[in-house]
């Protein structure tokens, strides 16, 4: 599945501000869907909302986690980490 992601749609661009705190709100869960008995790993949905509620939808009662989403999050996280990482490694 493609996600159009283009600028030229989008308004009001910024960068996520304090990504490692919001990832650090999160918590990944495996888990066993009781309907297939199939396992999956992801976010509990009600958490999510909890914190970053334009991740989740709830369309009809059934409630679902926009995880093409997160991604933004998650690579602002890792360089957030990085560059302390560089910077700590800039003072031994």
Same mark, same amino acid.
């Given at each position: 599945?493609?996600?159009?992601?283009?600028?030229?749609?989008?308004?009001?661009?910024?960068?996520?501000?304090?990504?490692?705190?919001?990832?650090?709100?999160?918590?990944?869960?495996?888990?066993?869907?009781?309907?297939?008995?199939?396992?999956?790993? +992801? #976010?509990? @949905?009600?958490? %999510?909302?909890?914190? =970053?509620? $334009?991740?989740?939808?709830?369309?009809?009662?059934?409630? +679902? #986690?926009? @995880?093409?989403? %997160?991604?933004?999050? =998650?690579? $602002?996280?890792?360089?957030?980490?990085?560059?302390?990482?560089?910077?700590?490694?800039?003072?031994?």
């Amino acid at each position: 599945m493609t996600a159009f992601s283009s600028a030229a749609a989008k308004d009001d661009i910024v960068t996520i501000a304090n990504p490692p705190d919001l990832v650090g709100k999160l918590r990944g869960v495996s888990w066993t869907w009781k309907e297939s008995g199939e396992k999956s790993q +992801g #976010v509990i @949905y009600e958490e %999510l909302a909890a914190v =970053l509620p $334009e991740l989740t939808s709830n369309e009809g009662g059934a409630a +679902g #986690v926009k @995880y093409q989403n %997160l991604v933004g999050l =998650l690579i $602002e996280s890792i360089k957030a980490l990085k560059a302390e990482i560089d910077e700590l490694k800039g003072q031994r």
